[in-house]
């Protein structure tokens, strides 16, 4: 079965810890990417990545890092430094030329304490 | 101005209506443009691409107008099954933005 997978399901952190989101896809899509959305807002790009080891800020880095050393991979870390993490995470894919669509892992929903 | 917008709703419509939302976007430079489905709680899933000519899948028919920048969803014979929140998506070369979605309810 091909899809995206993304772990934990729900995550509860203390305020000033740093998290890391997992985002896993067998796709073979070169594309990842990462959202935030918020109730109302939409989704919003937080980090992209076209092909392993290079990885671009979206609209709402801050307090955001990534990683892309694997293609099937592309973890989120959210750090101290992010002021309202609270929010539903999404991870997508998608082949390179954006002409089909991306695909979305089942998202993580992470609440701060 | 946002570069996707949407009309939050929401659409409140009776079984076996037909329903129609309309999506606009700025960039004219945009590609490629889709329709994707959020039901409560759960991720976004890609519903159909859009495209010039018209795409029909089903009950569901995509339009894109390029002249006017905007793009259509319509849905025939409504089902209570098709409650959910629509959302469009406009991509360039490398992102996809999206609007804050249409929400759909359907009344039994």
């Known amino acids: 079965d091909g899809g995206i997978t993304q772990s934990p399901k729900y995550l509860f952190r203390k305020e000033g810890q740093n998290v890391t989101l997992s985002c896993e896809q067998n796709l073979n899509h070169d594309a990842m990417y990462w959202y935030r959305q918020d109730p109302g807002q939409g989704l919003r790009l937080i980090y992209y990545s076209q092909i392993v080891n290079d990885f671009q800020k979206g609209d709402i880095a801050e307090g955001y890092s990534v990683s892309r050393e694997k293609k099937e991979s592309f973890p989120l870390t959210v750090t101290s430094a992010q002021k309202n993490p609270t929010a539903f995470y999404l991870c997508?894919?998608?082949?390179?030329?954006?002409?089909?669509?991306?695909?979305f892992g089942p998202g993580t929903r992470l609440t701060v304490l | 101005r946002k570069e996707v917008e949407q009309d939050p709703g929401p659409f409140n419509v009776p079984e076996g209506a037909t329903v129609a939302f309309n999506c606009t976007y700025s960039n004219s430079a945009s590609q490629s443009f889709f329709w994707y489905r959020q039901d409560c709680r759960k991720e976004p899933k890609l519903l159909m691409s859009?495209?010039?000519s018209g795409n029909e899948d089903g009950r569901f028919t995509a339009q894109l107008n390029r002249a006017s920048q905007y793009i259509s969803l319509l849905i025939r014979d409504s089902k209570l099954s098709d409650s959910a929140t629509y959302l469009c998506s406009a991509s360039g070369t490398y992102k996809y933005i999206f609007g804050t979605g249409t929400r759909l309810k359907v009344l039994a």
């Open positions: 997508a894919s998608s082949g390179l030329a954006a002409t089909h669509g991306q695909f």
């Open positions: 859009v495209y010039s």
